[in-house]
């Protein structure tokens, strides 16, 4: 799937849905604590978009946020608290 098409799959759920990160600053942080990292994955766990919502930050390669579990800087995606990012080419 695309970036575009995962986009509009994803709005078109949260047409439905209003998901528990809507507004939380945690969400957009650049780096989280363990404890803000497990926060927001409890969150993202219960949520209904979680596939959709990953497939579109997969899809956009998104630079920053946290996004169905995982945490995306420019250089990278960390998917676990305190872990190594995950590059194109491996970890880093
Ligand atoms: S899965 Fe995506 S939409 Fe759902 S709470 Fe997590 S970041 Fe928000």
Redesign the pocket.
């Known amino acids: 799937m695309n970036a575009d098409a995962a986009w509009d799959a994803l709005n078109k759920a949260l047409e439905d849905v209003v998901?528990?990160?809507r507004g939380q600053a945690l969400?957009t942080v650049e780096r989280l604590t363990d404890e803000e990292w497990a926060e927001c994955a409890a969150?993202?766990d219960r949520?209904p978009?979680?596939r959709l919502?990953g497939a579109y930050a997969t899809a956009a390669k998104v630079p920053s946020g946290?996004?169905?579990g995982r945490s995306y800087t420019p250089k990278g995606v960390i998917s676990a608290p305190g872990g190594s990012r995950q590059t194109m080419k491996g970890t880093t």
């Open positions: 998901p528990a990160c969400f969150i993202c949520c978009v979680f919502c946290f996004w169905a």
